[in-house]
């Protein structure tokens, strides 16, 4: 779980310029430092754990969490975070009535899936250059937008949002279907709109990465305890860690056998 370490180094305590501010946000911010206002981690270290807890203890029970980042420095990160944990995410493009009109949005998902059945198939192979063509960028167009979401079956329960000001939308429909909303809240956001806020930067780089990956920690922690409860076989979530590990592994071994870059035996 997170430490006031974690906190610091991520730079989660720096707020926007003063000029930039909700005051809602005031009982969350402890000083000015350079017109900068800076967040009480003291605070910020309370209802990051709280939210943590939260999360766990609601995917134990099952429950599911969609992600939604579509700034340029979080959508590598909420894709990553989401499919660690095996849940949903939207990182590209918030497309209105995601939630509020499912059904739509589900039979565009089934498009995505009949373009690429036709691809398995050999199917668009058989088809005019124009039409294998048209296919090709509208199945892209509907992976970028749609992808995150093609195994979503139901409605999530909760929805991580990366930005709460940006992901407005996405709140406005999460709100209006009963979704609990959980987001960090840098000191331009509003408070009252998010269920479970965590005070803190979500613009730096570092920080987004520290939210992003507590809350995908979170669910699998949630996911161990309801796979046990169920009898079911814990299936440890794969890290970068692991995933660095087995890269350098395989590099190693390749240089030892003398395999260069083309992996061709040198």
Known sequence: MVTMKDLLECGVHFGHQTRRWNPKMKKFIFGVRKNIYIIDLQKTLRYFRYTYNVVKDRAAEGQTMIFVGTKKQASETIKKAAESCGMPYVNHRWLGGMLTNFGTIKKSIRKLEIIKKMREEGQLDLLTKKEALMLTRKEEKLELYLGGIKEMHKLPDMMFV???????????????????????????????????????????????????????????????????????EVVEPVSQAEQDEVLAEAVAEGEAEGINVEGEEA
Not at 192 to 205: C, Q, T
């Open 162 to 232: 990366l930005d709460a000001v940006k992901e407005k939308i996405a709140i406005a429909e999460a709100r209006r279907l009963g979704i609990t909303v959980i987001a960090p809240l840098d000191t331009n956001c509003d408070p009252d709109v998010v269920d479970l806020p965590i005070p803190g930067n979500d613009d730096a780089i570092r920080s987004i990465h520290l939210f992003c990956n507590e809350m995908a920690a979170a669910m699998n922690e949630g996911k161990a305890i309801l796979a046990e409860n169920n009898g079911e």
